[in-house]
C-alpha cells in the first residue's frame, strides 16, 4: 500500500499503552542517489505544512520556520539507497518531509544489519550528532521515495542558539526516541521473536484508524521487518504465519494490517521473557 504523505502521516499524542508499549499513530526516518530539487513556493508551503505538524517543529511560530527553510536544501531520495551515510551524520541534518527512512545499524564488515528506529515525514535525523558532535554509527536509509530537507549541521546549531523556543520541542522528542530505543533493547534482550514482532506491530498501529493500519511498515518485505526485529528473514516469516493462523493479523506481499487489536495486545501481555534473562538469538 502506497504511504500516504502530510499531516494525516505525522504522530499524534499516544493514545493507550500496554506493557511498556506506547500505540502511536504513524510517527512520529547528495551522491548519486540523491537528487536536489528547487523550492517553489509551493514547495515550501508543503514543507512548512509537515513542519508545523512535527512534534519536533510544531510549537515554533511560522515566522521561526520560514527563517529557517532558505538555509534548508530540498533533497530526494529513491527507494533503498542511502540518505545519510554514518559518517556524515555529524555534518548534514535532515528533517524527513515524505515518505520513510530507517536508521540502519550495520555489523562491521557489511554483516548482520539492525534497524534501529523506523521514521516518518516530520521526524528529523541525526539527533544524537546534533547534540555530542560526533558521528553516529548509523545510517538513514531510504523504506520507500522520500522528501527530506537537509542542512549543514553548524547552520542548525546556530539556528537553535538563536530560537531557544526549540529546546522546549526537542526534549519531549528525544523522550520519544530513547523511548523507543528502550523498548528495542528491552525486546532484544528479554522476549523471543514471536514477542518482539508482535510488539513491534503494536507500537506501529495508528490509533486513529479504525482499520488498525501500520503505515511505516504495512509494505515491507519480511527481510526488513526481520532487521527490526534483530532476527533473519526465515525466523520473521515463520511468526508472520503464526500471526496469520491465529487470525491476529492480514499479510501478503506488500501489506500488512492488523485484523484483532485486542487479541494482539493480549499477544503482548501472554509472552513471556526469555528463561533466565538471557538474550533471544536470531531464532528466538
Known sequence: MKRETGPSLIAVEPSRTVTGIVILSPSTFGGPSVMTISSPSSDSEQSLDVLRHSHLFGGLDDAVLRQALPAMRPERHA??????????????????LEGCVKLLATEPGGGRELTVLPLG????????????????????????DVRLLSAPMERVREWIGRHPGFHRMCLPYLGRQMRALTDLA????????????????????????PTHEVPLIDDLSHAELAKMIGTVRVVANRQIQNLKREGIIEARRGHLMVKDLEALVAKCEQFPAVADGSQAGPDG
Open 186 to 209: 528491552t525486546d532484544l534482550a528479554l522476549h523471543d521473536t514471536g514477542a518482539r514482532l508482535a510488539r513491534l506491530i503494536l507500537r506501529q498501529v495508528d490509533a486513529t484508524s
Open 79 to 96: 527507494m533503498h539507497s542511502v540518505a545519510l551515510d554514518a559518517q556524515d551524520t555529524d555534518r548534514r541534518f535532515c528533517v524527513l
Open 121 to 144: 515525514p516530520g521526524d528529523a535525523f541525526d539527533l544524537v550528532s546534533l547534540l555530542d558532535g560526533q558521528p553516529h554509527r548509523v545510517s538513514a536509509v531510504a523504506v520507500d
